[in-house]
């Protein structure tokens, strides 16, 4: 079963707002939800779950490493990563030291997903400068690659105080973690993640999924060029999806609550106003959603891995915060009847 494609979740916790009245959900309650979600997600066989980072009012995770440690605690087989942990805002020696801890409490399951960043709340609240963006996610990258390797750090940057024959602890179980890289569509990105040798998720969240193929051929044209083993070569998507037993329901229900999101985030960057014509074309075979019934869900990522080659597919399940038994329904399904399917799926093709 080497190479089979890894299926799991990503979340951004995002809170329940009451369409009428504004009230946003306790953020206490929506994180004892996740817990619960990530529990069944274990059950249920999937492959790995990410949380992400945002320090805003409509999200309940500042600290994915918490939710981890806690989900660590009530999960066995899962693996668990940031998605993302912004970087660029962040200590790399911290941020190791955390999922290093993270990784000791789930015997070996912690994965750092680290991304630039598309929200920028974290940078003036960390007292960093916008206009650093690439800069420090380069330098900051470098010493937690440098901190992943070694135990003892000698590191000099322009962002951070120098580190001076300096060691590292605690260090995760096997010293090394996974460390991946999140793009957007970014080029240059692709490239550095590729010349590392990194593993590369990328976010497809509009558009046409085609659109991605140039990306998908720099990054492993970087990654071969590079001299970097390519039996290690891992890439993945990051989709928005939800599932349900009806396609046609599950879709209605959730065009409401998606399309408020997408509402209440594109208001603060210009976009304009959300349309059912994005979403239906979205859910098409051609499109970055995957929202509907089993069958639909299986075709459609048989249909990207075939595009790309992947290793991981991640169900960005959480945008708008559908209800909690919803959630559970539909981490249940793709658990027991989309993930097997397609691993079969996938099988067989070998």
């Not at 955390?98 to 070996?108: M, Q, R």
Request: no cysteine.
């Amino acid at each position: 079963m080497e190479n089979i494609m890894e299926l799991g979740i990503g979340m951004f916790g995002d809170l329940q707002i009451d369409p009428a009245t504004g009230k946003i959900q306790a953020p206490q309650e929506r994180l004892h939800q996740i817990i619960e979600e990530v529990k069944l997600m274990d059950e249920v066989g999937l492959d790995f779950f990410g949380m992400g980072e945002h320090h805003r009012s409509d999200y309940a995770v500042a600290a994915p490493e918490i939710i981890l440690a806690a989900a660590a605690s009530v999960t066995k087989n899962i693996k668990l990563g940031s998605a993302v942990s912004v970087l660029s805002s962040a200590d790399p020696v911290k941020l190791y030291q955390d999922f290093a801890t993270v990784d000791l409490l789930s015997n070996g399951r912690a994965e750092i997903m680290a991304g630039r960043g598309s929200f920028i709340e974290s940078f003036p609240l960390f007292g960093f400068k916008l206009e650093d963006y690439s800069e420090l996610f380069e330098e900051k990258l470098d010493l937690l690659l440098r901190i992943n390797k070694q135990q003892t750090v000698n590191w000099t940057g322009k962002f951070r105080p120098s580190l001076i024959n300096q060691e590292i602890f605690p260090r995760a179980v096997h010293n090394e973690l996974p460390i991946w890289i999140a793009v957007g569509g970014t080029t240059s990105s692709v490239i550095r993640a590729g010349k590392l040798g990194l593993p590369v998720m990328f976010a497809i969240i509009g558009g046409a999924a085609e659109q991605f193929q140039p990306l998908f051929e720099m990054y492993r044209q970087a990654y071969e060029d590079n001299g970097h083993d390519m039996s290690k070569f891992q890439v993945g998507v990051h989709m928005h999806a939800f599932f349900g037993e009806d396609s046609r329901k599950v879709s209605e229900y959730y065009y409401p609550v998606y399309a408020a999101q997408m509402n209440r985030i594109g208001k603060s960057r210009n976009w304009p106003p959300y349309q059912r014509s994005q979403y239906d074309f979205g859910r098409s075979i051609h499109g970055h959603l995957i929202i509907g019934s089993e069958n639909e869900a299986i075709e459609k990522i048989l249909h990207v891995q075939e595009m790309f080659g992947l290793t991981r597919f991640s169900a960005h399940m959480d945008v708008g915060s559908p209800d909690h038994d919803m959630m559970m329904k539909s981490i249940e399904i793709f658990g027991t009847k989309i993930a097997p399917a397609v691993k079969k799926a996938l099988t067989k093709a070998e």
